[in-house]
């Protein structure tokens, strides 16, 4: 939603159930009522997209989902690891998935009004569907991938509920897949640890925090959207002196999230991440049309439309700093200069299907949420700071864009390690472009983004 104006009052009747299970969303913040209030779309204040507290364990009922996810990194390596310990581990790998396979259908409703516990469960289940995909030995992989209805059917049952895709998300490895350090410490970087770990490495524990120090510092924006929202006349000057000086902050705070995706560098082995850590994260789609699909046993094909996998695109702060600052995906509005023929190849839907992947709620707070660009268009005092921030969000795009060329480009040529067989690629996959773990082509993406941020500019 394109507004050129903060919204004043919401029709909360109309949005007051968030889905079927009717949980009761709160219309208050700081103890008075608001025009615009986060905590309705399960945004905190001081946490943000992260839940503030830990999500708990799922009740008895559902413990044999657990007791799974706890075995599994025991016992299970990716199908192509060929090293001692995995081959060692092999016959426990399959009594693992037999047990899936075995396990009985369970039933969500002991946590259908849970809000906390659907999105452990999504966790959860999605965790150990890619646990078994991505351990399943190749020469068992036809047509397509079936996954056991044990865990498909309650995964897509809770995803409607959730409003989310029934496959691994961002939100499955990042802000639902913690715990304190300290319980009697508020949620910070250095008070929260990374529960499961795929591949049990340190670089991936490191790329979910450096994920999660850009969630954290994207809390200081959503506090300065959520101002913005609730001026009651964004045109006067005690406004127009606000919105200036939060725009400046904005800066700051971009620098900052630029300095946390460059730090990764430092704390994040490339090979190993290449290797090692994204092959766990893919979806359905992530390796091109040329690789079997999957197929969610017991669940009608309607529902399984998204299951692209996770991905660093579906973090919702990134996308509410977009929408803040109307930064044009799409190619909708005719700005200078024109997108070039590579811009106009780009995936224009990317951004839009990545929030399919979010929390329904989530994406409920991204609709709603207005850009400040008009203002800032029509305010001479305003379009330096608003032109300010986009070109720090263009510096951050241009260092994502190298990141990436040294985390995926560059490595999917690399040789893999010695324990990693890889099949030869035919001349096509060989040639064809690299993709990110949610199936996009990663170079042209980033790119059409970048540029599509630097049109943003007002002239």
């Known amino acids: 939603m394109r507004l050129s104006s903060p919204i004043h009052l919401l029709d909360w009747a109309a949005t007051a159930a968030w ?26 204040p001081k946490s943000g997209f992260f839940p503030p507290q830990p999500l708990p364990r799922l009740p008895d009922a559902l413990s044999v989902w657990e007791d799974a996810l706890q075995e599994a990194p ?16 092999r016959p426990a790998g399959e009594r693992w998935r037999q047990k899936i396979r075995s396990m009985p259908l369970k039933s969500i409703d002991a946590i259908r009004d849970d809000l906390r516990r659907l999105q452990r469960a999504h966790m959860v289940l999605a965790t150990i569907m890619h646990y078994y995909v991505h351990s399943l030995p190749q020469a068992d992989v036809e047509a397509s991938i079936v ?4 865990v498909a059917v309650p995964l897509s049952a809770v995803s409607q509920l959730l409003q989310i895709a029934p496959v691994l998300t961002f939100a499955d490895t990042v802000l639902w897949n913690w715990e304190f350090i300290d319980p009697t410490q508020p949620l910070s970087i250095d008070n929260m640890r990374y529960v499961n770990n795929f591949s049990g490495t340190q670089a991936e524990n490191n790329f979910y925090l450096a994920s999660a120090a850009v969630e954290l510092k994207g ?34 705070i971009i620098e900052e999230l630029e300095s946390i995706f460059v730090s990764m560098r430092n704390t994040v082995d490339p090979h190993e991440f290449y290797w090692n850590v994204r092959q766990w994260w893919s979806g359905a789609t992530s390796k091109g049309p040329n690789h079997p699909g999957w197929v969610l ?6 529902d399984q439309a998204d299951l692209g996998g996770a991905s660093a695109g579906q973090s919702s702060v990134m996308h509410a700093l977009d929408i803040f600052l109307d930064i044009d995906h799409r190619l909708q509005d005719a700005r200078t200069p024109a997108p070039s023929d590579n811009n106009r190849r780009a995936d224009h839907g990317f951004m839009d299907r990545m929030r399919r992947y979010m929390p329904g709620l989530h994406r409920e707070y991204l609709e709603n949420l207005s850009s400040v660009r008009e203002i800032a268009e029509r305010t001479p005092s305003l379009r330096e700071p608003y032109n300010a921030a986009v070109m720090a969000l263009k510096r951050l795009r241009d260092s994502h864009i190298r990141i990436v060329a040294i985390y995926v480009i560059s490595k999917a040529n690399s040789t893999p390690p010695a324990n990693i067989r890889v099949d030869k690629p035919s001349a096509s996959q060989r040639d064809g472009p690299s993709r990110g773990t949610g199936g996009s082509e990663v170079s042209t993406l980033l790119k059409a983004g970048r540029d599509a941020t630097q049109r943003a500019v007002l002239k």
Do not use: W
């Open 19 to 44: 889905d079927a299970s009717q949980v009761v969303r709160s219309t208050t913040c700081s103890g008075k009522l608001s025009a615009f209030c986060p905590r309705t779309y399960d945004v905190d």
């Open 74 to 89: 025991g016992v299970l390596f990716l199908a192509q690891d060929q090293g001692p310990q995995a081959i060692a581990k």
């Open 147 to 150: 996954v056991p209805k044990s």
């Open 219 to 252: 809390v200081e924006m959503l506090d300065i959207f959520e101002g913005f929202m609730n001026l009651r006349d964004a045109t006067d000057t005690h406004a127009t002196s606000m919105l200036a000086r939060d725009l400046t902050r904005l800066v700051k």
């Open 297 to 302: 046993e017991g669940v009608r094909s309607a």
